[in-house]
């Protein structure tokens, strides 16, 4: 039976409301901590030298192409990654699918540090392998970055993917080839779009996180340029005064680019679902 | 027709035809053409499952013309074609919108037109009534026989259930661990199965017993059988049993159960239980006496072997 809309929204509302406070809240205080003149002032007091200041220097913008980079990245080949993972593992046992998701409750911080480890010069992999023929720690591209992203969310989208590549999708997918559909007519028409939200949703999760987390990029990241979440922090440590205000206003600038990626996402899901139909 | 018990390999066989599995040996022909080859979307066959497997981001339209948005058919085309389907599985109404809130029924239906829109050489339905409402099967067994006609579509369709075999089966075969026993038209199944098993998948009655000069002994009587002496095993169906005053033996009857169109009696006597279907006027009680006869034109003498 099909509920009222009110008793939905009442469903609903301590889960929107912990959000709106926890997630709002920070979002509000990010937004006036930016306009908070850097030397203080009263209570009505505002400025822009804070965002005055990011803009002005060029720093920043290195670490925003930087992190648009290595954001975009991470974000596609963990995508693109965790569909053929995923399609390889649809029938595959519980236990491999376990192991699969193995690193999804392990923190980045620990993946990161291992990556160091395992990869800087010098580390067990030079010793197991000699050397290694591309530098991954440290290096100018991010190549290390991107990887410990990958390492970390790929197994992620492929969990929200195998949700939806059951038996349903398999059963879809013979009725479609009985009706003379071959296999690149099935993945436009049967797999992807059962497959395109889960991972337009958790794409957008990914590059959210991604945009705007400073750890992975403190341990294995090069030392110029920074990513947002690194700048973020030098900023807070090189300047007292001005430091958090320049500090918020450069995460906000990270999370207006996750907020237009995830809209950029929706629309596009919206006007696939309005071609499709 | 295929008709089996659950796990006798109907669906596999169909499964196997539509090019879902594979072969381990043998080979599958269509119009004189092998088939067995060839992918699934080449063969020219459409299914019809147990399942609707509707797709839920396509209306109703563009899930009955799936076959052909395979063969690029341009959208005003396929969706005009896609309706006049529709509108023939008596869905016309449903026809702007989506599958969402289509009962399992409506669901079949659509299905169905789905599955004639491809205008399959070969249609394959694989228990099509078995997710539907029972009230509504036989509307829905009506539209299938009557496309069927219409269309002049070779069918073959598989069911574990005999009454719905008979109902839509020009031929039946009878499927059991992967081997077909039998296969003839559906009254020759109910009636002249010509192995036990056939008999006993079609519920009919099996006496055994040895033929002496034309008779068989049968609980004190005797029941003239035609053709060589020798062991026999005859074969009647339950209907065909008669209960009532001045029958040939007397059996006691051990069970009644009214199945709404009639009682089912299970008789038991000296050496043998038999089976018979009666109107509820005439359904003896449980525990008591009665007189059975086995009217001879009705019994079928199984061919040995």
């Known amino acids: 039976m099909k509920q009222p809309a009110w008793r939905n929204a009442a469903m609903l509302a ?7 406070l926890l997630f709002g809240g920070a979002l509000a205080g990010a937004v006036d901590q930016s306009f908070t003149p850097p030397l203080g002032g009263g209570l009505d007091s505002w400025s822009l030298d804070n965002w005055r200041s990011v803009f002005g220097d060029p720093v920043f913008g290195d670490a925003l192409v930087f992190t648009l980079l290595t954001t975009a990245m991470a974000t596609v080949l963990a995508a693109l990654l965790a569909l053929v993972i995923a399609s390889l593992m649809r029938r595959g046992s519980s236990a491999a699918r376990t192991a699969a998701a193995f690193p999804v409750p392990v923190p980045h911080m620990i993946v990161a540090v291992v990556a160091v480890l395992w990869l800087a010069p010098g580390g067990l992999a030079d010793r ?17 970055i991107v990887l410990v992203y990958l390492f970390k969310e790929t197994p992620f989208l492929v969990l929200l993917l195998l949700a939806v590549m059951g038996r349903r999708l398999d059963e879809q997918n013979e009725m479609a080839a009985v009706h003379g559909m071959g296999r690149w007519a099935r993945l436009r028409w049967v797999i992807w779009p059962a497959v395109r939200v889960p991972l337009g949703i958790g794409s957008i999760i990914v590059t959210a996180f991604v945009f705007s987390a400073f750890e992975v990029p403190l341990a294995v990241g090069p030392n110029y340029p920074p990513t947002i979440g690194t700048y973020a922090l030098e900023v807070t440590q ?12 450069a995460l906000l600038v990270g999370a207006a680019a996750s907020i237009a990626f995830a809209v950029g996402i929706l629309a596009l899901a919206s006007r696939q679902r309005r071609s499709d139909a | 027709m295929i008709v089996g018990p659950s796990g006798a390999g109907k669906t596999t066989l169909l499964r196997s035809i539509a090019g879902l599995e594979d072969l381990d040996r043998g080979s599958i022909s269509l119009g004189g053409k092998r088939i067995d080859a060839l992918p699934a979307h080449r063969r020219g066959c459409a299914v019809v499952f147990q399942e609707p497997r509707l797709l839920d981001h396509l209306d109703l339209l563009d899930n009955v013309a799936i076959s052909l948005v395979a063969q690029r058919t341009p959208r005003k085309e396929r969706r005009s074609r896609a309706r006049e389907l529709i509108e023939e599985v008596g869905l016309g109404e449903f026809a702007g919108g989506g599958v969402k809130g289509l009962s399992g029924g409506e669901q079949q239906r659509a299905a169905l037109a789905r599955a004639l829109c491809a205008e399959p050489e070969l249609l394959l339905l694989d228990e ?10 036989s509307s829905l067994m009506d539209l299938i026989l009557q496309l069927q006609e219409d269309r002049g579509v070779t069918t073959v369709s598989v069911t574990h259930d005999r009454a719905e075999a008979a109902e839509m089966g020009q031929v039946i075969a009878l499927l059991i661990a992967g081997t077909i026993l039998q296969s003839d038209d559906p009254e020759s199944m109910f009636r002249r199965p010509q192995t036990e098993r056939t008999a006993r998948f079609f519920g009919l009655n099996l006496i ?11 609980e004190g009587s005797e029941i003239a059988v035609e053709g060589p002496d020798g062991e026999v095993t005859l074969s009647i169906r339950p209907e065909a049993v008669v209960i009532g005053d001045g029958g040939q033996v007397e059996m006691t009857a051990i069970e009644a159960v009214y199945l709404g169109t009639h009682v089912r009696v299970i008789l038991k006597g000296e050496q043998s239980v038999l089976e018979a279907h009666v109107q509820a006027e005439v359904s003896p009680a449980v525990g008591s006496k009665v007189g059975v006869s086995l009217p001879e034109p009705q019994l079928w003498r199984i061919p040995a072997g």
């Open chain 2, 128 to 137: 099509p009534l078995s997710a539907v409402d029972p009230n509504r099967r």
């Open chain 1, 14 to 20: 301590p889960a929107v409301t912990a959000t709106v």
């Open chain 2, 208 to 218: 055994h017993g040895m033929v002496k000069d034309g008779h068989l002994a049968f």
């Open chain 1, 238 to 249: 090189t300047d007292a005064i001005s430091g958090a205000g320049e500090a918020a206003a």
């Open chain 1, 128 to 144: 197991v392998l000699g050397s290694l023929p591309i530098n991954l720690v440290r290096d100018q591209a991010g190549l290390g």
